[in-house]
């Protein structure tokens, strides 16, 4: 891509994540390119080419499944509130589309470490930010003032905790304090950017940190603030317990390369409201079922202020909480019904996490464990065992009595 943009007579240089992880040796999770080339222009060099993007405009150029992103360098242009192309209210930057040169595009990145250019003419690095001393060391430094790199993008808040998780690295000392101070500004930000960058910080193999880090600098609570209020009150309790396990499931379901879904991660971060909720329902007279949808459908409703949760991920996860009361139930043909559910195998799950936090008996959780593994006929057994014993008493004596043997006989 990079020569096929050059022969046609633009500048084109790899940047950002691909270039900071092949110098650290890892793999690059994708190829961002940084081009004089504008959206417009980069189309008619690929037929395989979208443009994306309205904050900011940017060229996907697809090769069957992978997407290289392709951004027009960026100047600082007019900065004057209220212009068309490049856009600042506030402090906050709504609009970001005006070009400019290579050196321009450098110091309008995130972090210097994200501000390296790999350059085919020599095949150098280029390095406009000292972000080759700061990979070296080791360190996340944001360019420019914190704050108002913060103000103009709080997703860049979010940015610095999923780097410094991923990378290992630290965030220097300025920048962690405006950290600190900046943490409501998440609250002006698209409830539906937050979700990807949510997806970002807790489906890339490193939710642990990333979940430490973000409660540590304040901003969980701008994510999740249902959540973080309950889990701050419990301290050491099994709802802490049950999202710290959850989490590092995440993690090593990611490094064996099984498959996760959001809406399990988003049900996990979510139950303990949910089930607080329920179980207050369920004082207050209502029965289990419709307790537990109505707690999902408030929690729901209330949590997508701040992060959108696209419709099939919140039945997903509605459906994974209705079905924990039904595992309760093994007698019968309840358990083959259960079995059968197609949320079964992400509802057990679930149900596996709450036994291992101490929410819910273990037992039962074995329980269903066992009666997976064997056998039709053995799995009637284990139904017919778990018959209540007043039920098994008042079978027993609906059974027509055998006539007495006559006197004599
Ligand atoms: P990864 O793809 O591994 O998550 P990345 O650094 O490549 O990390 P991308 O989101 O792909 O991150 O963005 C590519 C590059 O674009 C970044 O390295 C950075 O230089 C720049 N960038 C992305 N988002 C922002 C932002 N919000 N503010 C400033 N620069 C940004
Ligand atoms: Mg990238």
Redesign the pocket.
Known sequence: MLYRLKQSGFQAHL????V??LLLGRE???F?VATDASPEQVKRVFRNCRLIGRRFRLAHVHFGREII?V?TFRGTGDITEGGSERRIENGMLLRDNVYGSIEEDAL????TV??LYYNIEDFSVIDYAGGLEDLEQGQLRLLGDPET?FR??P??ML?AV??AA?LGFNIVPEVEEALLDLGDLLEGVPPARLFDETL?LFM?GTAVQCYEKMCHYNLFRELFPETDEILSREENQFPVVFVAKGLQNTDLRIQEGKPVTPAFLLAVLLWEPVRQLANDLIAEGEAKLPAMQQAGSVVVSQQVRHVAIPRRFSLMMKEIWSLQHRFEQRAGKRPQRLLSHPRFRAAYDFLLLRAESGEVDPELADWWTCYQSVEGNEQQQMANASRPTTERRRRRRRRPKRPLPAEGE
């Open positions: 940047v950002g994540g691909g900071r992880d690059p999770k994708d961002d992103e951004a309008r990145r995130d972090f994200n501000a790199r103009e993008d997703v860049r940015r999923r780097f991923k970002k890339g």
